[in-house]
């Protein structure tokens, strides 16, 4: 059984920019969450992905978007960098609500992302 | 919109002692509470999920409750190492958007 992995693990941008990010799920999960760390916080939920089509979303504007494939690895994409997109961007992978202790979140290393 | 808090924000003990951390929640309709562990500049590892309908998960020397009424989930760590030394988060679902919210965690140093 793999683990979650994503990709890059580290990123250095301009203000207004765009970056993709990456992520694997583990193996047999089919959904797929963002979220953003700043540091010295808690993650914030960006949102969720469920076979395909966005599940849920956080308090975070358009310029956040992704994307689920069809073997449940995920994309987030950001337009317009601003300096606050600074952060450690966490993906977890999980089975979907309702399913007990499949809910579990498995949560890969992140990418720490800069933004100059 | 449930927000999370945990206290102590930091929290230094010597090898061996039992401790236990606190994760307080607004929304008692609460679907579920996780609690993780993140090494710095790491992602986050699962430690225990506790559903609504439970009141405590055990895993070795981890032990986590659930108090729906008073907004309350606590992880006890038993006979405490250095090696478990980390930044500890709890993170609450709600019922019905099943959104996590985090608090931002308890830093833990077990000095030897």
């Known amino acids: 059984e793999t683990g979650v992995t994503q990709s890059p693990t580290h990123l250095i941008k301009t203000r207004g920019q765009q970056v993709t990010l990456r992520c694997s799920s583990q193996?047999?999960?089919?959904?797929v969450s963002w979220y953003q760390q700043a540091l010295g916080q808690g993650p914030q939920f960006i949102f969720q992905?469920?076979?395909?089509?966005?599940?849920g979303r956080g308090n975070f504007p358009p310029r956040f978007s992704g994307l689920q494939f069809p073997n449940y690895s995920s994309e987030l994409n950001v337009n317009a960098l601003e300096l606050d997109d600074s952060a450690l961007y966490l993906c977890?992978?999980?089975?979907?609500?309702?399913?007990?202790?499949?809910?579990?979140?498995?949560f890969g290393p992140g990418t720490r992302l800069l933004v100059l | 919109k449930q927000e999370v808090t945990q206290i102590p924000a930091a929290l230094s003990v010597p090898e061996g002692e039992n401790l236990v951390l606190n994760c307080s929640f607004t929304?008692?309709?609460?679907?579920?509470l996780q609690w993780f562990r993140q090494d710095p500049g790491k992602g986050l590892t699962s430690l225990l999920l506790?559903?609504?309908?439970?009141r405590e998960q055990t895993s070795g020397r981890l032990n986590a409750s659930l108090d729906k009424s008073s907004g309350r989930s606590t992880l006890y760590i038993a006979a405490s190492q250095p090696g478990d030394s980390a930044t500890y988060l709890c993170?609450?679902?709600?019922?019905?958007?099943?959104?996590?919210?985090f608090g931002r965690g308890t830093s833990l140093i077990v000095h030897p």
């Open positions: 193996s047999g999960h089919n959904t």
């Open positions: 977890a992978s999980s089975f979907p609500a309702g399913q007990g202790r499949r809910e579990t979140q498995y």
């Open positions: 929304d008692s309709a609460i679907y579920n």
């Open positions: 993170a609450g679902r709600s019922g019905g958007s099943y959104i996590p919210t």
């Open positions: 992905y469920y076979r395909e089509e966005e599940n």
């Open positions: 506790i559903q609504s309908s439970q």
